[in-house]
């Protein structure tokens, strides 16, 4: 699985969107970039995931850059309850297990 | 809710002792992973099953050990435990390859060890 890079962590006003960008410059071609969160201590929380194209459903939108090498996850408008720890997960899918970096704290503020 | 359960949520021991955590997945999943979480190491993937057999291994010690049921829960069993052992300990589940949203992995609660 591809290396990925995040931002340690960053602030978000409520109500605000909030930009969690993220780097895999070298993700292969049939590796997909998946997003989870974990809300304190809960179990990781599945979000979004994209091979190419920008997705979107009713948690977030994932932008994925042309060439691949960096994506953003995008939470329209911010609320106290997105404050979590964001991964970003470049891996095969139906592959297999998610490799956890650090992942970037967002912290909504009101 | 994920719909995966996870027994007990809060597990206490000495050292050298013997644990079992157990885990429910989702009506339908046929794969579980075991991920470990603690302070310095973050999460990490322990150990997979699909369908009763082991798919996969991560870092997981030789003084731990899971098992797949016919009824598909899975149990992961720690022994001669040590006070690194301490962490959150997740399970997920997710569906057979074809389905839709397959290959997402959907967490349960944990399970929350100190070994003392």
């Known amino acids: 699985d591809a290396k990925t890079t995040q931002p340690t962590s960053m602030d978000c006003a409520e109500g605000r969107a909030a930009n969690l960008p993220c780097n895999h410059s070298t993700i292969s071609g049939n590796e997909y970039v998946y997003w989870y969160r974990q809300i304190h201590s809960q179990g990781p929380q599945y979000i979004i995931h994209?091979?190419?194209n920008n997705e979107t459903n009713e948690m977030a939108s994932l932008i994925i850059t042309e060439d691949r090498k960096s994506s953003t996850l995008i939470l329209p408008h911010a609320t106290l309850r997105d404050t979590a720890v964001y991964y970003c997960i470049a891996r095969m899918e139906y592959g297999n297990k998610l490799v956890f970096g650090a992942g970037t704290i967002l912290r909504v503020k009101s | 809710d994920s719909g995966v359960t996870q027994t007990p949520k809060h597990l206490i021991t000495a050292t050298g002792q013997r644990v079992t955590l157990r885990c429910s997945p989702r009506s339908g999943d046929l794969s579980v992973y075991w991920y470990q979480q603690s302070l310095d190491q973050g999460l990490q993937f322990l150990i997979q099953?699909?369908?009763?057999?082991?798919?996969a291994k991560g870092n997981i010690l030789e003084r731990f050990s899971a098992q797949q049921f016919p009824d598909l829960h899975s149990e992961l069993n720690l022994s001669s435990l040590e006070l690194g052992d301490s962490a959150l300990y997740f399970c997920?589940?997710?569906?057979?390859?074809?389905?839709?949203?397959?290959?997402?992995?959907?967490f349960g609660p944990g399970t929350r060890l100190t070994v003392l």
């Open positions: 099953y699909y369908n009763g057999e082991e798919r």
């Open positions: 994209g091979l190419k």
């Open positions: 997920a589940s997710s569906p057979p390859a074809g389905l839709a949203a397959a290959d997402t992995q959907y």
